[in-house]
């Protein structure tokens, strides 16, 4: 999840007022058993019950000590519907998250913190090509520290800064290094979220590439056959704050499943899942590369921007207006 991406999200959900769950009804273009989050203080609460507060605390308590079931009890008395956050939105036009309203017996508490808070890792990268090295070997040794990383922290994070006309076929080499040592080691995979296909208003120049656990992502109906990982591309501007970030026009998004089986992405108990907007990861990965190609900037035309902001700032005598420009 890039950075600015994540502290959007922060912003928007305090930390003591989500609680983490499962989805136990379709929403939307989710399904059943979807990963998602409450959140306490947008949530429409009973009028006669006590400070919303005080109720977070002790649902919150409730869910750190592993009283799932009272957590659950408490939800359902004290709330009439609740406000639910899905992370990982599978068909949605407007954003690349969903947001819900639930009644609050079609919510099942889990004892896991929620992902925007828990353990994760970020890296920038300013040089295209420091994944891959034009060497299969080393691809796939980056995919298996991967997979290590997440057995210790719920999602990690490498953001290629400065991507622009004369770097981007390296950044496109590095993310078809990562697909193939994937595929190798996943031989089930799906794209389920690539959006927006028009393409964004804005010019590319950072390429955030995301991994998260398999079951912070998808429904898990079978855990012993959910070993695998989604990988999430964002597309944006290194100009665009947090708040733009997330809007669909504005930078582009594209989602991967790897599995080791079928289950739990194509199937559930044997019966296949079917999705209208799943389509096959190297289909969706020829899009992505021509949309990069089409949206990052002549690197000329940068170096004449970065001049033009230091003249600027050298105007203002070095103050902070130079941010507003």
């Known amino acids: ?27 939307a273009c989710m399904p ?28 919150q308590e409730l869910v750190g000590a592993g009283n799932i079931d009272k957590a659950h009890e408490g939800l359902k008395r004290l709330f009439d519907s609740l406000h639910i956050l899905f992370l990982f939105s599978m068909n949605n036009d407007n954003l690349d998250y969903l947001t819900a309203s639930l009644n609050s017996g079609r919510f099942c508490c889990v004892e896991k913190k929620p992902l925007i808070y828990d353990a994760h890792s970020s890296i920038s990268l300013e ?3 420091q994944i891959a090295h034009d060497s299969a070997n080393d691809s796939h040794m980056f995919v298996s520290h ?23 076929k390296n950044v496109i080499c590095d993310i ?6 994937l595929a190798a080691i996943y031989p089930n995979s799906v794209s389920f979220y690539h959006s927006p296909w028009a393409g964004c208003r804005a010019l590319i120049d950072t ?18 056959r959910s070993e695998g990982l989604c990988m999430e591309i964002l597309l944006t501007s290194s100009e665009m704050d947090k708040g733009r ?45 021509k949309k990069l190609k089409e949206y990052v900037p002549n690197d000329m035309a940068e170096k004449k921007v970065k001049r033009s902001k230091k003249r600027e700032s050298k105007k203002v005598g070095g103050s902070e207006t130079c941010a507003e420009l």
């Open 1 to 27: 999840m890039y950075v600015k991406k994540l502290e959007y999200f922060q912003d928007c959900y305090k930390e003591g007022d989500l609680i983490s769950g499962l989805s136990t009804r379709v929403v």
């Open 32 to 59: 059943v058993g979807s990963p998602c989050f409450v959140s306490l203080s947008q949530s429409l609460h009973r009028s006669s019950k006590g400070s919303k507060p005080k109720i977070s605390a002790e649902l």
């Open 127 to 129: 040089e295209a090509g």
């Open 146 to 168: 991967i997979i290590s990383q997440l057995k210790e922290v719920r999602f990690t994070n490498y953001t290629f800064n400065n991507v622009s006309l004369s770097n981007v």
């Open 176 to 181: 078809e290094s990562i697909i193939a040592s």
């Open 207 to 224: 390429v955030s590439i995301s991994f998260y656990r398999l079951s912070d992502v998808v429904p898990i109906f079978n855990h012993r």
């Open 245 to 289: 970030i997330v809007r669909s026009e504005m930078s582009m998004t594209y989602r991967f499943l790897f599995a080791k089986y079928r289950e739990n992405i194509f199937s559930i108990d044997g019966q296949p899942i079917k999705r209208s907007h799943d389509y096959p990861v190297l289909d969706v990965a020829k899009t992505l590369y």
